[in-house]
């Protein structure tokens, strides 16, 4: 016979029985029910009428989920593994706004993060197949990891110096501009690169509003480097390749049998 730990175990980390399923569906609507209180009470018409009932409803919701976060460390298996792993942090995280807003005002604003643990309708519905995409987008975003950072490098030192050119130009026309310091300018630079365009900070000469043209040009052709990057891995991946252990080379094809850079052998 199972005792209450076991049968607690299998209803609540496990999602093929009818109520471990219905355990996670009564989970999933508690946090997005939470999660919308949070939302509704940032709104100050709202939380000047139902003030007492937000604080409530957020209190009864922080200890339901305290009550679950301390079930799951009694029944689980492997506490350190679950304290210490995704879920758990994500699970703690979820409680402690509620409890730190009782020493700093403004941090129960946080618990909107508890929409994270939503994420587990994924196990509940079985959709593996999205994790499984979900990982192989992460591992082609850390296979490109090196090529990313030479891209940003480039982006940074453009930044820097179109931004101190632009405060070199623009100097005499600071008051109307906008470009007060370097710092500033390297932030207009960023803001014109990524075409965002707040117009909190204008050129207001000839020569600054052709280098402002020229930056805009630019942060259309740079802007989707990134995403080709990433894309050729992920072809590279799905064409079916084996990492060298030697040099790690990821890509060489899946058949080989030496490294197509170093020449070592392929395990």
Known sequence: MKSIRDRLYIIIFESDTPAGKAFDVVLIISIVIS???????????????????????????????????LLRIWVSRNTRSYVFGFWGIIDLMAILPTYLGILVTGTRYLLAIRI?????????LKL???????????RALTNSYQKIIVFLG??????????????LIENGNAAESGFTSIPVSIYWAIVTLTTVGFGD?????????????LIMLIGYAIIAVP??????????????TRLCPSCGNNHNDNDASYCKVCGHKLE
């Open 116 to 124: 994270l643990r939503v994420l587990r309708v994924f196990r509940i």
């Open 128 to 138: 593996v197949r999205f994790i499984l995409e979900a990982q192989t987008i992460t």
């Open 227 to 240: 995403t080709g990057i990433v894309t050729n891995e992920l072809l590279h991946m799905q064409k079916g």
């Open 201 to 213: 900070i204008v050129p207001q000469t000839v020569l600054g509003k052709i280098i402002a043209s």
């Open 35 to 69: 999660v919308l209180v949070v939302m509704l009470e940032s709104i100050p018409a709202l939380r000047a009428r139902y003030q007492l009932e937000f604080y409530a409803i957020d209190w009864f919701f922080t200890l339901v989920f305290t009550l679950e976060y």
């Open 154 to 167: 480039m982006v940074l030192s453009i930044v820097i110096i179109l931004g101190t050119v632009m405060y």
